[in-house]
């Protein structure tokens, strides 16, 4: 399994500029999770997945917008893109019920807006 | 859910055992203790939890007090590439509360 993948590995944008991060993972997981991580800092929650056609926002949802089509895939859309965005972005996955604690994390995604 | 507090860095001769001691005195009786750690650059990494007894795995131990305020987790034989920043998470087990909340944990540093 390749578990969870992120594409790209790193992105520069200009302000006002939008893209999606693309987030993939095989293990059958119903859970899914958008976060972010500042320098320094420890990772916030941006939105979750409970499954196909579900999400939630997070701790920190302003200015992203995602949509969960399939099991496999949870894309993050960023609109209008802003420097206070510049952040390392991680996917996660998490089996349903106990384990929805053992969270699977992407490589990430590097971002800078400029 | 129950906040945590953690020492900012730590360091750990290679070989030796590394404990890295969380308190959590706000823990609520149906909360368990989740540790993390993220290494350089990567994505963090699940280690291990428990509820209120002590909790063994291949990668490391978890020491839960008995009146579960504080816990230790225990890497038996620090090796080099465990130098990471560990994160101590309390939260809820299963149901609709599955939400990971990350502060600036612990910097491992092991030294050869």
């Known amino acids: 399994n390749a578990g969870v993948t992120q594409t790209p590995k790193f992105r520069i944008l200009k302000i006002g500029q939008s893209m999606t991060l693309q987030c993939t993972q095989d293990?059958?997981?119903?859970?899914m999770y958008w976060y972010r991580q500042d320098p320094g800092m420890g990772l916030k929650l941006i939105y979750y997945s409970v499954g196909a056609g579900i999400t939630d926002k997070g701790e920190v949802p302003n200015g992203y917008n995602v949509s969960r089509s399939t099991t496999e895939d949870f894309p993050l859309r960023l609109e209008l893109a802003a420097p206070s965005q510049t952040s390392v972005y991680f996917c996660?996955?998490?089996?349903?019920?106990?384990?929805?604690?053992?969270?699977?994390f992407g490589p990430g995604t590097r971002l800078t807006v400029t | 859910d129950a906040k945590t507090t953690q020492p900012p860095s730590m360091d750990c001769a290679e070989g030796r055992a590394a404990n890295l001691p969380c308190n959590h005195s706000t823990i609520s009786g149906n909360e368990y203790v989740y540790w993390y750690r993220q290494i350089h650059s990567q994505g963090p990494q699940y280690i291990i939890h428990g509820l209120k007894n002590n909790e063994t795995n291949e990668m490391a131990s978890l020491i839960i007090t008995e009146d579960r305020k504080s816990s230790t987790l225990i890497l038996p034989h620090a090796t080099l590439r465990d130098t990471a920043v560990y994160y101590c998470?309390?939260?809820?087990?299963?149901?609709?509360?599955?939400?990971?909340?990350f502060g600036k944990g612990t910097l491992l540093t092991v030294n050869p």
């Open positions: 996660a996955s998490s089996p349903q019920g106990a384990g929805v604690y053992e969270q699977y």
């Open positions: 998470i309390v939260g809820r087990g299963g149901g609709s509360n599955y939400k990971l909340t």
């Open positions: 293990m059958n997981h119903n859970y």
